[in-house]
Every structure is written in C-alpha cells, then in structure tokens.
C-alpha cells in the first residue's frame, strides 16, 4: 500500500516520505479499511513536529500519521460481522496510541473505531468528523441539552469552533462567538447570534450586558489559558467551561477565587479519551445534524496523498478555518 511515514521529529518537508508498505491484514476484532480520505488537523502536525508536551522522540520506529479519515472496509478479522465488508465508514483516532493512521491507502484497526458512514455524509465530509467533528458536538452537548442557554464559543472560525457554532445553534441554543474580524460574516452564517472580536478588550463587560447581567452558561474554548480570566468575568454562577485547547498558554494561572465563587465548572474535552457512551452520542449528535442540513463541516483544503508535507505546512501557516483532507 501507498503510505506517508516519518522516523524522526522535524519538518514536514524533511521528514514525511512516500512508501510502500505491506497492507496489514486485520487482527481479531478489526477490521481492514481502503482509505479514500485523511483528515489533517494540528494535532497532527504537532505530533509530527514533536511538540507535544513531554515527548522527546516517536513512540514508535515508523509512523504513519493522521487520526482521521474515511472509506470502505475490505475485510473483517476474526469476531467482526462479514456482512460489514463493503460498508462506507469514517475514522476515529486511527493513529492514537498507535503506529499507523489513515495517511495511506489502507488501515486496519478495531471495529468499532470504523463507524457506518450514512448515505448522506460524503467521504470528504466524514473524514473530518473524527477530531474537529466530535470534539465541537462533545464541547457543546456533553453537559447535556442547551436548548434555551446562551453559550460561548471561542475562535468560531476555526475547524472545532466553526463545527461548535453550527451544533450549538441547531441544538437551540443562543449563540455569542469569538473570532477574527475577517471570520465574523462566515460565523455569523453558521448560527451565531452575536459575533465578537477575540481581541477586545472589553470583552468581559459586553458578554455580560449581552446576557443582561447573568453571564454565559457554557463556554466552549479553545484557548483556555489566554483567557481563564475573561471566563472568570463572563461566565454565570454554576456555569461550565469545555476547554479543548490552550496552545498559547500550557501552563495557565487560574483566579481559582472568581471560579470558586461563581461554582464555575472546567471540562478539559481530549476526545482521544471520550468514553463509549459519550462518544456515541457525539456520534449520534453529528449524523443527524448533517442530515437534517444544519452542519456542514467546512474543508479548507485538498491534497495528494503524496502532498502530505504541503497538507502540514498548509495548517501551520494557518489553515485552520476547515479541515485539511489528503485524496489517498
């Protein structure tokens, strides 16, 4: 099989290279999948880069990166139902504490992390749901309904932020979103009823006058150290924050006494580690929203499988308003 590998940690452009590898044959319990896309996203490059907190070399001799991706199963491993071969599925954390992700034209894995791709998703469309799509439905959804809450969604123009609007507007929720100004009019479109300038300064002051002195009830956040204190401001009493990311600040003082007073919740979301029954209902959340034509995931950009440097250097240059996907 065709299969983008890398050995050591470093630039995509010196350190990802095109091979031919052996195709796996599926294990007890897996299934073999021919992969038509792979979703790109930053958490794999900051993986490639070697920049995860901790990690000072691959985990494993060769990797084939990428955690998403979708296709059609070509054969089952011993306990799998045969009837599955010839089913549309996409991908969920395909490299994940493993050696070989859906950056290749084929992937065994376990069944179960090969979900039934329903006729009205696209390929395209259902190899960006496994990190952006499920982390965006998990933020917005896993404290339950929010129906009738006003949430927060940080850096609506992003991949997850982008995903999150959508979600949490077909959810019935009142949408306040944070983004660059040139994002405002696509956030905006995507169900925000109020779009701000993640800049202002002011920020605090006109989230609470928008929520009439009560404050936002679920904040979902992608950078949660740069702004723990404006959440401290913002959010209402027993209000909860669904942090997934904080890139810019790792290490984050929290005014633990503005939290503790307000009973403020912190829900750190790493969907690599959701558990089934959660993960089910993102799941569950994401296919109906698409069917019902309330989420489109946006892709910003498409790739060769052997252009997978140029996918990583496409997201660090900051592409990141829609998944990147790799044509295998």
């Given at each position: 099989?065709?299969?983008?590998?890398?050995?050591?940690?470093?630039?995509?452009?010196?350190?990802?290279?095109?091979?031919?590898?052996?195709?796996p044959?599926?294990?007890?319990?897996?299934?073999?999948?021919?992969?038509?896309?792979?979703?790109?996203?930053?958490s794999?490059?900051?993986?490639?880069?070697?920049?995860r907190?901790?990690?000072?070399?691959?985990?494993?001799?060769?990797i084939i990166?990428?955690?998403?991706?979708?296709?059609?199963?070509?054969?089952?491993?011993?306990?799998?139902?045969?009837?599955?071969?010839?089913?549309?599925?996409?991908?969920?954390?395909?490299?994940?504490?493993r050696?070989?992700?859906?950056?290749?034209?084929?992937?065994?894995?376990?069944?179960?992390?090969?979900?039934?791709?329903?006729?009205?998703?696209?390929?395209?469309?259902?190899?960006?749901?496994?990190i952006?799509?499920?982390?965006?439905?998990?933020?917005?959804?896993?404290?339950?309904?929010?129906?009738?809450?006003?949430?927060?969604?940080?850096?609506?123009?992003?991949?997850?932020?982008?995903?999150?609007?959508?979600?949490?507007?077909?959810?019935?929720a009142?949408?306040?979103?944070?983004?660059?100004?040139r994002?405002?009019d696509?956030?905006?479109?995507?169900?925000?009823?109020e779009?701000?300038?993640?800049?202002?300064?002011?920020?605090?002051?006109?989230?609470?006058?928008?929520?009439?002195?009560?404050?936002?009830?679920r904040?979902?956040?992608?950078?949660?150290?740069?702004?723990?204190?404006?959440?401290a401001?913002a959010?209402?009493?027993?209000?909860?924050?669904?942090?997934?990311?904080?890139?810019l600040?790792?290490?984050?003082?929290?005014?633990f006494?503005?939290?503790?007073?307000?009973?403020?919740?912190?829900?750190i979301?790493?969907?690599y580690?959701?558990?089934?029954?959660p993960?089910?209902?993102?799941i569950d959340a994401?296919?109906?929203?698409?069917?019902?034509g309330?989420?489109?995931p946006?892709?910003?950009a498409?790739f060769?499988?052997?252009d997978?440097?140029?996918?990583?250097?496409?997201?660090?240059?900051g592409?990141?308003?829609?998944?990147?996907?790799?044509?295998?």
């Open positions: 099989m065709k299969a983008i590998t890398y050995s050591k940690f470093g630039p995509a452009a010196d350190v990802l290279e095109l091979h031919d590898l052996p195709t044959d599926p294990a007890p319990g897996e299934v073999l999948v021919r992969l038509s896309h792979s979703g790109a996203n930053p794999d490059v900051k993986a490639r880069a070697g920049s907190p901790g990690v000072t070399k691959p985990p494993f001799p060769q990166p990428h955690s998403d991706g979708a296709g059609e199963i070509v054969a089952v491993g011993e306990g799998v139902d045969p009837a599955r071969v010839g089913e549309a599925v996409w991908i969920w954390n395909g490299q994940w504490r050696a070989f992700g859906t950056a290749a034209d084929h992937i065994a894995l376990p069944a179960e992390q090969a979900v039934r791709r329903p006729d009205w998703i696209s390929a395209e469309v259902g190899a960006t749901l496994g952006p799509g499920l982390t965006a439905a998990h933020a917005v959804l896993g404290g339950g309904d929010v129906a009738g809450k006003t949430l927060l969604i940080s850096g609506g123009g992003g991949a997850v932020g982008h995903n999150a609007v959508q979600l949490a507007a077909w959810a019935g009142r949408v306040i979103a944070t983004c660059s100004p994002d405002a696509r956030v905006r479109a995507a169900g925000a009823a779009v701000l300038d993640y800049r202002d300064p002011d920020l605090p002051a006109k989230l609470i006058d928008m929520t009439d002195g009560r404050g936002i009830d904040a979902v956040e992608t950078e949660f150290g740069v702004n723990a204190q404006m959440l401001e959010m209402a009493e027993n209000g909860t924050v669904a942090a997934y990311g904080s890139a600040d790792m290490n984050p003082v929290l005014p006494g503005a939290y503790l007073f307000k009973a403020i919740t912190i829900d979301v790493l969907i580690l959701l558990q089934a029954a993960r089910q209902a993102a994401l296919h109906n929203a698409i069917k019902e309330a989420l489109s946006a892709i910003h498409r060769a499988l052997a997978c440097a140029k996918a990583h250097a496409c997201i660090e240059a592409g990141r308003a829609g998944a990147v996907l790799l044509e295998t």
